[in-house]
């Protein structure tokens, strides 16, 4: 398609249609704005009364385009977001004008949601990025691409914009298979996998009627969907001749991201995370066999031994591939320091 653009501006998109110009308009625009706006987003400003076509108020996106048409969208100033910004601390690695990097620490969830509409990263980024979010969705808010649970600490990349938000999105769906995108977890486990590396391929669905805990399904089953984890053992502790440990440190890297796909994973082959409520409740009297230091640490250890340490992507505007890792945080460390000392 050549390019359609006659006149650009901050609040004002002005294009002329080529020769070859043919389709549903809606399409033809997304399409002509390359990954400014997804399609949906596009549709929404048409309905919202904010496109013309030659002089009038376009109504309907099924309209068909026509070569010479004249397409004006006046784009809405972007709306004050729904969550607040408060004053929390964040730990920034990188920020520019496109995105932000932050080491998310335990304890401090994603998004607001029930039970938890205030004191989220969300919040904490409206209030850290202010004037520099340029809306995501014609809303002036952060563009979350991926998330880490609740209590799950390390590396993660937030949108400022549209079009960051959307090439960055295209990535974690991507799940680095065609590009440089790469995530590399750090989980402390109950007892020692079998085989020191490996890939745990066990499709994920809905468990029962809770909306977030994840179960291994058959992959006929119909909320089935594919969950496929590498992991490698770095550091076996408390290790016996039978090549049994008690505990391991394990490096996991997803080639696909699942809710609790790592926590599932790890408990299904029998080495759930150290610390995990949900999937490795059954194993927490293992600590009673642990020595007296190694035993009080885990036991003041309240959360799964997840921490997301290295994420690399593709910079949406420089075209650069961005690498950052974030040190294991301070509770995390006690553990593994009191596991390697027995």
Request: net charge neutral.
């Amino acid at each position: 398609m050549s390019a359609p653009f006659n006149e650009v501006t901050a609040a004002r998109k002005e294009l002329i249609a080529p020769e070859d110009a043919e389709g549903r308009i809606d399409a033809w625009l997304t399409a002509a704005l390359g990954k400014e706006f997804s399609r949906n987003r596009v549709k929404a400003l048409i309905e919202q009364g904010a496109v013309s076509l030659n002089g009038a108020l376009l109504e309907s996106p099924n309209r068909k385009i026509r070569p010479g048409d004249r397409v004006v969208i006046d784009l809405p100033e972007p709306e004050d977001p729904q969550p607040k910004g408060e004053n929390i601390p964040l730990d920034v690695l990188y920020e520019d004008a496109d995105l932000i990097v932050i080491a998310k620490p335990p304890g401090l969830v994603v998004h607001p949601g029930a039970g938890n509409w205030h004191g989220t990263l969300v919040n904490a980024l409206i209030y850290h990025c202010g004037d520099s979010l340029s809306g995501i969705g014609g809303v002036k808010r952060p563009g979350i691409v991926h998330r880490l649970d609740k209590d799950t600490s390390g590396v993660m990349v937030v949108a400022k914009n549209d079009v960051a938000h959307r090439h960055l999105a295209d990535q974690f769906a991507d799940h680095g298979r065609t590009g440089p995108l790469e995530r590399a977890y750090r989980a402390v486990v109950w007892g020692r996998p079998r085989t020191l590396s490996g890939t745990i391929d066990a499709a994920l669905g809905r468990s029962g009627a809770d909306r977030t805990k994840r179960t291994v399904k058959r992959e006929d089953t119909d909320d089935a969907r594919e969950a496929i984890t590498h992991y490698t053992v770095l550091e076996r502790y408390g290790e016996k001749p039978d090549a049994t440990a008690i505990a391991s440190l394990v490096e996991c890297r997803l080639e696909t991201g699942r809710t609790h796909q790592i926590r599932v994973h790890m408990a299904h082959i029998g080495h759930p995370l150290i610390g995990d409520q949900e999937y490795g409740a059954a194993f927490k009297t293992k600590a009673n066999l642990l020595p007296e230091e190694a035993k009080r640490a885990v036991n003041k250890f309240h959360r799964q031994a997840l921490h997301a340490y290295l994420l690399a992507f593709e910079h949406p505007t420089t075209g650069k591939t961005m690498r950052f890792e974030a040190p294991i945080p301070k509770d995390l460390q006690k553990v593994i320091d009191a596991l390697k000392g027995m």
